[in-house]
């Protein structure tokens, strides 16, 4: 690995600057950013605005054969709050003992450089003049780290999504920390809950009865009692020697309990928040049920925080002609992979709600994860590498036949 920067990881770097982080998120600059790039480029460009402020850029690579079903690209801009050891927008390139470059930023993981090695991909195939069958559109989406709700979600219902009619959609992944590289084919349901109960109140001295506290430890309790369960499955299924499997399982934190003014008076109002994540191996509706039965028998409120979340599953179907094709291309490289469900959500959901398949992908492995971390940074070599996998990846994905 020489000294001298590549052009791609300047471009990479330029993008990591703009400060598209919660709650701010500097959208007007990435769209600048990316409106740029695709003219450079020389792709078409749309610049949809759902909502205002939001934007969502919507690059096109015509194909050969515009009435076939074409493919997506999907990534997100904006990336989570926070962080520490290089000023997380600087972008700061470090080389490394073996002369390789740590390229530190927030997004270096998270997403932006997916979004980057879609450039770049698309760059080497204009460049190289290479004519694909499929149109392919590279969609760089707003909000997905709070929700998507102002993006890939509104984004699905418009008629410019259903006019790109969508065979195959490639979308957020992880990077792998071991030699084998996952794909995301399904993804946990959040079902985010607050409970909210009503009690007696009177002097902190006494023993009030029917306190609203009293209400929620039960559900707490049961809450807390299902959740070292699933973490003894998981852990279980880890002890078998293989990793990334705690989509299989549902997982639930406590991340809110808020009652109480004054300490000598006995609050009327407790509530708790839980963050649930349903395995899509389990009936969702029916552990909905459960959370209600918990809140109806203890005389409770609740609130289903997200009741609009769906499950979320693309088979692993290899007699469909796009995952063939993906497969393809990762067999040629050589590629071990996994199929796993996504522990947390991405706008993958949204699309696959279209009836689109959807995988969330991401070539770099053998590489600390540190999606939402401190100090999150990516490889340089990973970078390079996973700008030819997307290289091939597309191709082979736009020139499957009809
Ligand atoms: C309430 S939607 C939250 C979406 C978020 N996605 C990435 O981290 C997640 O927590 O999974
Ligand atoms: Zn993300
Ligand atoms: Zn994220």
Redesign the pocket.
């Known amino acids: 690995m020489s000294e001298a920067e590549p052009e791609s990881v300047g471009r990479f770097r330029e993008f990591l600057r703009i400060n598209t982080m919660h709650p701010k998120p500097d959208y007007d600059s990435s769209t600048k950013f990316l409106v740029n790039q695709a003219k450079e480029i020389g792709l078409e460009c749309t610049v949809l605005e759902l909502v205002k402020g939001k934007q969502i850029v919507i690059m096109k690579l015509g194909g050969s054969d515009p009435t076939l079903q074409s493919i997506l690209l999907n990534c997100h801009t904006d990336v989570?709050p926070d962080s520490w050891k290089y000023p997380p927008f600087s972008a700061e390139r470090v080389q490394t003992e073996n002369g390789d470059h740590k390229i530190y930023a927030r997004g270096s993981q998270?997403m932006k450089v997916t979004c980057s090695m879609y450039l770049e991909a698309l760059r080497l195939i204009k460049a190289q003049n290479l004519k694909l069958k499929r149109n392919v559109y590279a969609v760089f989406a707003p909000d997905?780290?709070?929700?998507?709700?102002d993006g890939v979600r509104k984004f699905v219902e418009s008629p410019e999504f259903s006019d790109m009619n969508i065979g195959f959609d490639l979308d957020?992944g992880r990077v792998s920390v071991g030699p084998i590289n996952n794909f995301q084919y399904a993804e946990r349901t959040?079902s985010?809950v607050k409970f909210t109960a009503h009690g007696n109140t009177g002097h902190g001295s006494q023993f009030i009865e029917g306190t609203a506290i009293e209400k929620l430890l039960p559900i707490i309790n049961s809450l807390m009692n299902k959740r070292q369960e699933e973490f003894k499955k998981y852990k279980k299924l880890e002890e078998n020697g293989l990793n990334m499997r705690i989509g299989e399982v549902t997982s639930i934190n406590l991340t809110g309990l808020s009652g109480g003014k004054q300490a000598n008076v006995v609050p009327e109002q407790f509530s708790v928040t839980f963050?649930i994540?349903v395995t899509p191996n389990i009936d969702l509706e029916e552990f909905r049920n459960y959370l209600r039965g918990l809140a109806s028998s203890n005389g409770v409120d609740i609130e289903l925080?997200?009741p609009d979340?769906k499950r979320s599953m693309t088979p692993v179907d290899k007699s469909n002609k796009f995952i063939a094709a993906f497969y393809d291309v990762i067999n040629s490289r050589d590629i071990k992979i996994m199929p796993i469900i996504?522990?947390?959500?991405?706008d993958a959901r949204y699309v696959r709600t279209k009836g689109v398949p959807a995988f969330g992908f991401n070539p770099i492995r053998n590489h600390e994860f540190l999606?939402?971390a401190h100090n999150e940074y990516i490889l340089e070599s990973s970078y390079l590498y996973g700008i030819g996998v997307y290289f091939d990846m597309i191709q082979n994905l736009a020139n499957v036949p009809e």
């Not at 997905?144 to 709700?149: K, Q, T, Y």
């Not at 996504?342 to 991405?346: E, F, H, I, L, V």
């Open positions: 989570v998270d997905e780290e709070i929700s998507g709700d957020e959040i985010q963050d994540r925080l997200r979340e996504s522990p947390g959500a991405t999606a939402h």
